[in-house]
Nanobody, 126 residues
Framework: QVQLVESGGGLVQAGGSLRLSCAPS????????MGWFRQAPGKEREFVAA????????SYADSVKDRFTISRGNAKNTVYLQMNSLKPEDTAVYYC???????????????????WGQGTQVTVSS
């Protein structure tokens, strides 16, 4: 069974930092695009950041640009989201996602991702 397991969420004060991790099990994703999405209460799930299979290309939502950084581990199978200068509006459940088609590019569309983690809560207090 394929699973994406997120970790690193928690409660932090505004201006603080957190680092989320996503570790797949059941198969490897080092040849596929991966991304992070988030969903706040009462809102739709939204794109946060994406990274190509090689790590050479990244994309960010305007709301997190210059504050968040997505990266892949040395084996390219784990993906991280470094979140700095956190704001209360960043509060949400954060989900890791993985593509299953070797597109060779980043993927930002939610519907193109085939595997999802269970989510990790990030709460930023003011």
């Amino acid at each position: 069974q394929v699973q994406l397991v997120e970790s690193g969420g928690g409660l932090v004060q505004a201006g603080g930092s957190l680092r989320l991790s996503c570790a797949p099990s059941g198969r490897t994703f080092n040849s596929y695009a991966m991304g992070w999405f988030r969903q706040a209460p009462g809102k739709e799930r939204e794109f946060v950041a994406a990274i190509s299979w090689s790590g050479g290309s990244t994309s960010y939502a305007d709301s997190v640009k210059d504050r968040f950084t997505i990266s892949r581990g040395n084996a390219k199978n784990t993906v991280y989201l470094q979140m700095n200068s956190l704001k209360p509006e960043d509060t949400a459940v954060y989900y890791c996602a993985a593509d299953s088609v070797p597109r060779g590019r980043i993927v930002v569309a939610l519907e193109q991702y085939d595997y999802w983690g269970q989510g990790t809560q990030v709460t930023v207090s003011s």
